[in-house]
């Protein structure tokens, strides 16, 4: 099962898409630290503090989490895209190994950008508000968001795959997922007459790890809940796949 991990790791490694997705990850992140500095204490927004930290640190973590999604997606689908999945199938014929294998290496991934984007947003950040007179507070609640930034990307490259795994096609795939987390969660609400419902969906649930003290759920329920929407996309895209023609 590692070999099959690491083989998945290496196809995302050594194609463009992911260290251009990376890179341009990154370059968000700094934006967002300039961004979030320059304008603290201007146009009635708060000014820098000493928990200032902990909110450039969440700040670009929706995007990252996002980023992550679409590479998960990329990850399963393009393959069937590109019509490779049948060599992976013939190299490792049970097929149920390498649907788990790209979970894992989907959330694999999603650490490996959190941890990148955080380390270069607290290797801006932190220097600036010293040199800005803020003190840094490391505090639990600091450790909390940096976990669940690590957390919320994790899990969205886990769902990535299992959304490629249920769906397959690719364009279908990336297309429905923009969809639902920048139309649909924001209208379904409203539609059904529930304003609450929304910290039930995927979107905030992943809102709940990465938005400190935000109107979501205790950060464990919502990393729980979007593991569940996971796990349980992944088990019927894997059955599928046991059963479906892969041509």
């Given at each position: 099962?590692?070999?099959?991990?690491?083989?998945?790791?290496?196809?995302?490694?050594?194609?463009?898409?992911?260290?251009?997705?990376?890179?341009?990850?990154?370059?968000?992140?700094?934006?967002?630290?300039?961004?979030?500095?320059?304008?603290?204490?201007?146009?009635?927004?708060?000014?820098l503090d000493a928990g200032?930290?902990?909110?450039?640190?969440?700040?670009?973590?929706?995007?990252?989490?996002?980023?992550?999604?679409?590479?998960?997606?990329?990850?399963?689908?393009?393959?069937?895209?590109?019509?490779?999945?049948?060599?992976?199938?013939l190299v490792t014929p049970?097929?149920?190994?390498?649907?788990?294998?790209?979970?894992?290496?989907?959330?694999?991934?999603?650490?490996?950008?959190?941890?990148?984007?955080?380390?270069?947003?607290?290797?801006?950040?932190?220097?600036?508000?010293?040199?800005?007179?803020?003190?840094?507070?490391?505090?639990?609640?600091?450790?909390?968001?940096?976990?669940?930034?690590?957390?919320?990307?994790?899990?969205?490259?886990?769902?990535?795959?299992?959304?490629?795994?249920?769906?397959?096609?690719?364009?279908?795939?990336?297309?429905?997922?923009?969809?639902?987390?920048?139309?649909?969660?924001?209208?379904?609400?409203?539609?059904?007459?529930?304003?609450?419902?929304?910290?039930?969906?995927?979107?905030?649930?992943?809102?709940?790890?990465?938005?400190?003290?935000?109107?979501?759920?205790?950060?464990?329920?919502?990393?729980?809940?979007?593991?569940?929407?996971?796990?349980?996309?992944?088990?019927?895209?894997?059955?599928?796949?046991?059963?479906?023609?892969?041509?």
């Amino acid at each position: 099962m590692t070999r099959l991990v690491r083989a998945e790791l290496a196809k995302l490694r050594t194609t463009r898409t992911a260290p251009v997705m990376l890179a341009t990850a990154a370059a968000f992140a700094v934006v967002t630290v300039v961004f979030i500095v320059t304008v603290a204490g201007t146009q009635g927004n708060p000014p820098l503090d000493a928990g200032s930290l902990r909110w450039i640190v969440a700040a670009p973590s929706r995007v990252v989490s996002g980023a992550v999604l679409l590479l998960g997606i990329l990850a399963m689908a393009g393959e069937f895209r590109h019509q490779t999945i049948t060599q992976t199938f013939l190299v490792t014929p049970n097929r149920g190994r390498v649907v788990a294998a790209k979970l894992a290496a989907g959330a694999l991934v999603g650490l490996a950008f959190a941890a990148v984007t955080t380390a270069v947003v607290l290797a801006v950040g932190v220097p600036w508000l010293l040199a800005e007179g803020v003190p840094i507070r490391l505090s639990g609640a600091l450790g909390s968001t940096l976990a669940g930034v690590l957390a919320a990307a994790a899990l969205s490259g886990l769902l990535g795959v299992a959304v490629a795994a249920l769906v397959r096609n690719q364009v279908a795939a990336v297309t429905g997922v923009l969809l639902w987390f920048l139309l649909v969660e924001g209208i379904l609400p409203t539609v059904l007459r529930a304003p609450g419902l929304a910290r039930w969906l995927p979107g905030g649930a992943t809102a709940a790890l990465t938005d400190p003290g935000g109107q979501y759920l205790p950060a464990l329920a919502g990393g729980l809940l979007l593991a569940g929407y996971a796990l349980v996309l992944a088990a019927i895209g894997s059955r599928l796949t046991l059963r479906r023609d892969v041509t």
